[in-house]
T-cell receptor, first 116, second 115 residues
Framework: AQSVSQHNHHVILSEAASLELGCNYSYGGTVNLFWYVQYPGQHLQLLLKYFSGDPLVKGIKGFEAEFIKSKFSFNLRKPSVQWSDTAEYFC??????????????FGGGTRVLVKP | ETGVTQTPRHLVMGMTNKKSLKCEQH?????MYWYKQSAKKPLELMFVYSLEERVENNSVPSRFSPECPNSSHLFLHLHTLQPEDSALYLC??????????????FGPGTRLTVL
C-alpha cells in the first residue's frame, strides 16, 4: 500500500522568507504527484502536479516542486512567501497505472502561518 | 467556488439517527469521490464512482452507504454511526474516471458530529 508523509505539521515564518515543505512517498511503482492547498475557510484546490517530463514543476502563485525519484520525494518550495500563503498544504500521490484509477493518497498536511 | 457543492455544511446527529450527505457537481465530470478528513489523520479515500458505478470501496464500514443516481449527484447515507465517525466529509469529482492525471475538484465539505 502506498503512503505519503509530510515531515512538518506546522510551519511559522515571516513574509519574504523562503518556504520548503517536505513530502516523501512510499510506493514501488510509478506515481503521479500533487500538491493541494486549503486556504482558511476555503475548499481544497490544486497547487501543482507532476506526471512526467521535467522533474521541476511550476504551479500557481509562485510555487514550485521538484520530483526526486531516487529519494521518493516531491518537496514544495516558494522563494518568498506572502501573508496570503497562510494555508494548509497537502501532498498526494496516485498510481500511474490506468487500471488503478484516480485514487489519491494524501499526506497528513502542513499548516503554514505567514506572519506579516 | 469549484463547481462542487455539498449540503449540509454542518450536521449533528445521534448514533441512532439516519441522515444523508449530498454532493452535486456542475463540471460535467464522470467520476465522483467521497473522502473523510479526521482530526490528526490524513485525508482518506472512502468511495469512488465512475460513470455512476462504484469502482472502489476502501474498506468502509457498512454504516456508510453511498449512492450515485447520475453523474452529477452523489449521496452518502449514514445510519447508526459512532462518535469516532465525526469528521469532515469531502466530495470531489474529476473527468475521465480512470485517468490518474486528472485533477480532482473538491467541495467545501460537510462537518459531521456524532453524539
Amino acid at each position: 500500500a502506498q503512503s505519503v508523509s509530510q515531515h512538518n505539521h506546522h510551519v511559522i515564518l515571516s513574509e519574504a522568507a523562503s518556504l520548503e515543505l517536505g513530502c516523501n512517498y512510499s510506493y514501488g511503482g510509478t506515481v503521479n504527484l500533487f500538491w493541494y492547498v486549503q486556504y482558511p475557510g476555503q475548499h481544497l484546490q490544486l497547487l501543482l502536479k507532476y506526471f512526467s517530463g521535467d522533474p521541476l514543476v511550476k504551479g500557481i502563485k509562485g510555487f514550485e516542486a521538484e520530483f526526486i525519484k531516487s529519494k521518493f520525494s516531491f518537496n514544495l518550495r516558494k522563494p518568498s512567501v506572502q501573508w496570503s500563503d497562510t494555508a494548509e498544504y497537502f501532498c498526494a500521490v496516485n498510481n500511474k497505472i490506468k487500471a488503478a484509477g484516480n485514487k489519491l493518497t494524501f499526506g497528513g498536511g502542513t499548516r503554514v502561518l505567514v506572519k506579516p | 467556488e469549484t463547481g462542487v457543492t455539498q449540503t449540509p455544511r454542518h450536521l449533528v446527529m445521534g448514533m441512532t439517527n439516519k441522515k444523508s450527505l449530498k454532493c452535486e457537481q456542475h463540471l460535467g465530470h464522470n467520476a465522483m469521490y467521497w473522502y473523510k478528513q479526521s482530526a490528526k489523520k490524513p485525508l482518506e479515500l472512502m468511495f469512488v464512482y465512475s460513470l455512476e458505478e462504484r469502482v472502489e470501496n476502501n474498506s468502509v464500514p457498512s454504516r456508510f452507504s453511498p449512492e450515485c443516481p447520475n453523474s452529477s449527484h452523489l449521496f452518502l447515507h449514514l445510519h447508526t454511526l459512532q462518535p469516532e465517525d465525526s469528521a469532515l466529509y469531502l466530495c470531489a469529482s474529476s473527468q475521465e474516471p480512470l485517468a490518474a492525471y486528472n485533477e480532482q475538484f473538491f467541495g467545501p465539505g460537510t462537518r459531521l458530529t456524532v453524539l
